[in-house]
């Protein structure tokens, strides 16, 4: 996969799931991504379209943004996160906090960023 590939589903993937929080938060869930993608040894792509992994990806029927700027805060938070130091410490889940998912207690909590909590396992 080549790399706009890369930046384009991890900018897909940081605007749905994140695109109202701020650049901090937006960061956060782009390093949770890549991490996968590491830890996994797949694509952006991979990681981003494996199924129940992220609920825009089974819950929408388009995967196109509607929200111009929010997608290009997007963009620009996914290039940040493919080109700086994952400062997650190795995070490789989230969840908002207003859930509590089942798996979130077999995990080491990381930090908060936004309104989400990050994991590792």
Same mark, same amino acid.
């Given at each position: ?39 996994? %040894? ?37 290039? %940040? ?23 979130? %207690? ?16």
């Amino acid at each position: 996969m080549s790399f706009l590939e890369g930046l384009l589903w991890l900018s897909l993937n940081v605007y749905h799931e994140a695109r109202s929080e701020p650049q901090i938060g937006q960061l956060a869930v782009a390093h949770v991504t890549l991490n996968r993608a590491n830890q996994d %040894k797949k694509t952006v792509e991979q990681v981003v379209t494996a199924p129940k992994q992220f609920s825009w990806t089974f819950l929408q029927r388009s995967y196109l943004p509607t929200e111009p700027e929010a997608f290009a805060a997007s963009v620009q938070a996914a290039m %940040k996160a493919m080109t700086s130091k994952d400062f997650t410490k190795g995070a490789t889940f989230y969840h908002r906090h207003d859930v509590q998912p089942k798996w979130a %207690k077999s995990k080491t909590y990381v930090a908060t960023y936004g309104d989400h909590l990050f994991y590792r396992n």
